[in-house]
């Protein structure tokens, strides 16, 4: 049996962190610098409570053993960023209360066998128990990336529409699939 638990990510988590985006199957897609200047330049604010992200490090256990973090989790309101609205909107409309996610498996071991899709419901689970703001998940995806979209349609995640959006690696096209999932909230 697996679970999944988040915690926030510390100070503390940057050295493992590093560790997973210098990964080739995280470099690839979020090609992000690992020096410790840049890890605290770009995950330090949002610790301190200056940027509106909950940064958080997934946590598995399976089968009853003890948790241990394979990756990490970012969630957000969209329009806490007016830069995302401004690049989303000409795709579709953004409510009020639609969030979005950033996340990777950093254990090679754990990739490609179902965890990634598994890590995402888990998710949207925390979310509904914990982010009553968020309603509705809207999650760009490159189209190059298959395993990401597959993980999120594996998920409950829908196709909402197709375009062109500024990639975060640049050497990837700018076509995206933009995914979508209501956050169901628990009774």
Known sequence: MLR?????????D????????????????????YTPEAIEQDFGPAIDGLVPSDDLVVLLTVDGG??????????YLIHDFPEYIEELSPLLPVPLEAGSIDYFIGEPELVGRGF??????????????????????????????????????NAGFDLL???????????????????????????
């Open 4 to 12: 999944f638990d988040f915690r926030p990510l510390s100070r503390d």
């Open 14 to 33: 940057f050295e493992l962190l590093a560790s997973w985006l210098r990964r080739d199957h995280v470099e690839r897609w979020w090609d992000h610098d």
């Open 66 to 75: 003890s948790p241990r973090p394979i990756g990490l989790v970012q969630a």
């Open 116 to 153: 990634g899709s598994a890590m995402i419901a888990a998710v949207v689970d925390e979310l509904a128990r914990t982010k009553p703001e968020i309603k509705h998940l809207i999650v760009p995806v490159v189209k190059a990336n298959v395993a990401s979209w597959k993980a999120l349609t």
């Open 161 to 187: 529409v197709e375009g062109d959006l500024e990639p975060d690696n640049p050497i990837d096209d700018p076509a995206h699939l933009i995914m979508g999932r209501t956050v169901n909230r628990m009774r």
